[in-house]
């Protein structure tokens, strides 16, 4: 059974930082597509990183360039988004989420529901 569960998620300061922790079972990264997404009050879910173990290439959406870095540990099947110089606008829910590439996952993926499986998310406040 795949399942992926965050955590790391809390209040924090504008400008500050933290980082989000996803840990991942039941599948392997090879073969797969990991992304971070959020979803603020009110609005649509977003992508903000992915890594595709096709090509091994990172995609940050505009929003976060700079300032998150999203990193694996393959040992401990978790990956990581650190998340430096934190705006009010950054405040959402993030989940962790696979897609698969033998049923046609991209990164960043073509709609964020194309997805195969979702943690069930950490929240994050950036407080002014």
């Known amino acids: 059974e795949v399942q992926l569960v965050e955590s790391g998620g809390g209040l924090v300061q504008v400008g500050g930082s933290l980082r989000l922790s996803c840990a991942t079972s039941?599948?392997?990264?090879?073969?797969?597509?990991i992304g971070w997404f959020r979803q603020a009050p009110g609005k649509e879910r977003e992508g903000v990183s992915c890594?595709?173990?096709?090509?091994?290439?990172?995609y940050y959406t505009d929003s976060v360039k700079g300032r998150f870095t999203f990193s694996r540990d393959n040992a401990k099947n978790t990956v990581y988004l650190q998340m430096d110089s934190l705006k009010p606008e950054d405040t959402a829910v993030y989940y962790c989420?696979?897609?698969?590439?033998?049923?046609?996952?991209?990164?960043?993926?073509?709609?964020?529901?194309?997805?195969?499986?979702w943690g069930k998310g950490t929240l994050v406040i950036v407080s002014s």
């Open positions: 989420a696979v897609g698969f590439l033998r049923y046609g996952s991209t990164c960043p993926p073509s709609t964020v529901y194309a997805m195969d499986a």
């Open positions: 039941g599948f392997t990264f090879d073969g797969s597509v």
């Open positions: 890594v595709s173990s096709k090509d091994g290439s990172t």
